[in-house]
C-alpha cells in the first residue's frame, strides 16, 4: 500500500472516531441530564411523607404508586445512570485514545509525504 493510500485510510478512520466521539458526547450530556432530572426527583421525595399521594405517568395515563416503591424506583434509575454515565466516559476515554494514536500516525506519515 502506498504512503498516500495509508494517509487516506487513516484520514477516514480518524473522521470515523471523531464522530464515534460526537455521538458519545451526546449520549454522556443525555445521561447528565436524566441523572439532574432524577436526583430532582428524589429531592423532593425529602419533602413527602410516605402518606402522600404519589402519581407515575404511565402512557396517558397518571397511575398512582406507593411512596416507598416510587422512591426506590428513582434511586435505582439514578444508579443505572451513574453506570451507564460511566460506561459512556470509558468508552469516551479510549475514543479519544484511538484518536490521538490515528492523528500521530497521519502526522508521521505527512512528514514522509514532504520529504
Given at each position: ?10 484520514s477516514l478512520e480518524f473522521s ?74 470509558t468508552k469516551i476515554g479510549d ?21
Amino acid at each position: 500500500m502506498s504512503t498516500q493510500q495509508d494517509f487516506e485510510k487513516l484520514s477516514l478512520e480518524f473522521s470515523n472516531s471523531q464522530g464515534t466521539l460526537n455521538e458519545l458526547m451526546t449520549a454522556r450530556s443525555t445521561l447528565e441530564t436524566q441523572y439532574q432530572e432524577n436526583k430532582i426527583v428524589l429531592n423532593e421525595f425529602d419533602n413527602l411523607n410516605e402518606d402522600s399521594k404519589i402519581y407515575k405517568l404511565t402512557g396517558p395515563i397518571l397511575m398512582p404508586q406507593e411512596y416507598g416503591e416510587a422512591k426506590l424506583n428513582v434511586t435505582k434509575r439514578i444508579e443505572f445512570i451513574e453506570g451507564e454515565i460511566k460506561r459512556v466516559e470509558t468508552k469516551i476515554g479510549d475514543e479519544e485514545k484511538k484518536i490521538e494514536a490515528t492523528r500521530e500516525k497521519l502526522i508521521a506519515i505527512r512528514s514522509q509525504m514532504s520529504s
